[in-house]
Structure formats: structure tokens, C-alpha cells
């Protein structure tokens, strides 16, 4: 009379664990990193990884730059013999804002009203301190503000 077997061997078992982990994982990728709370934290970690750039920079080249936040994101700026100049390098780059929505600004204590065509907000010359700023962007539990410097 033949033996029936009363369970699964080692082997399968671990054949279903692997299969599992390795679908878990490809679906954490496809998901990524949480919602509009994250990314709103890394929208800021950029303005405060670029303005820390700028005024290395400044520093470096001994002229003053800065930076000019509008309602589409913000961009950068380095004065010159001709006033100021759009900057044009790799670091730091422009940026927009996450979901195009403009988040509320203080530059100085004074709420930012947005105008495309102004000169820049802040300022960093390497030896002043730079211009004090605010951010806040988001809503609700996705709320996230930056104070810089």
C-alpha cells in the first residue's frame, strides 16, 4: 500500500515565500513613496538643498545670487555688471512646484504676492546672512513648511 504524503516539503514552501516576497516588493516599488505629505517634503528638501547651493556658490565667486519664487516654482539668479541675470548652471536648477499650486511664501516677515517678472526675493552674497524665508505648502495633514536659513 503506497505512502500519501501529508503536507508540502521544505522546498515548496520556500519556493511560495520567495514568490511572495519577490510580488510584495515589485508592488512596494510600483507604489513608491507615500502621497501629496512626502511629496511635499521632498519639493522642500530641494528649495533647501538648492538655496544652501546658491549661497555656496556665492560665497565661492564672490558675487551675490538669488533666488525669485513665482506661482509656477522658482529659479535662480546672479548679479552682474548688467544687474541681474537669469542663472544659467546645473547647480542649483530650477523647479515648480508639486501640482502646480503655489504654496504660501514669507520672505522677510512680508507674505509673497507671485509676479513672474520681478527680480529675485532672496538674496545670499556669501558674506550677509541670507534673506530670511517661509514656506508652507499643502493642506491639511499633507501641511509642510520650511524656514530658511
Not at 519556493?15 to 511629496?39: D, Q
Not at 528638501?45 to 533666488?67: I, K, N, P, Q
Not at 516654482?73 to 547647480?91: K, M, N
Not at 527680480?119 to 517661509?134: N, S
Amino acid at each position: 500500500m503506497a505512502r500519501r504524503p501529508r503536507g508540502f516539503t521544505l522546498i515548496e514552501v520556500l519556493v511560495v515565500v520567495v514568490i511572495a516576497a519577490v510580488m510584495t516588493g515589485f508592488a512596494l516599488l510600483a507604489l513608491g513613496r507615500g502621497g501629496p505629505a512626502e511629496a511635499n517634503e521632498r519639493s522642500l528638501a530641494r528649495v533647501e538643498a538648492a538655496m544652501s547651493a546658491l549661497c555656496d556658490r556665492a560665497l565661492l565667486t564672490g558675487s551675490a545670487h538669488g533666488a525669485r519664487f513665482h506661482e509656477f516654482g522658482y529659479d535662480f539668479w546672479v548679479f552682474g555688471s548688467e544687474g541681474w541675470s537669469e542663472l544659467v548652471a546645473d547647480i542649483p536648477s530650477a523647479d515648480r512646484w508639486p501640482d502646480q499650486r503655489m504654496p504660501r511664501i514669507e520672505i522677510a516677515a512680508l507674505r509673497l504676492e507671485p509676479r513672474r517678472d520681478a527680480a529675485p526675493q532672496v538674496v545670499c552674497t556669501g558674506i550677509e546672512p541670507p534673506t530670511p524665508f517661509r514656506i508652507e505648502i499643502g493642506r491639511g495633514d499633507a501641511l509642510r513648511s520650511l524656514a530658511w536659513p
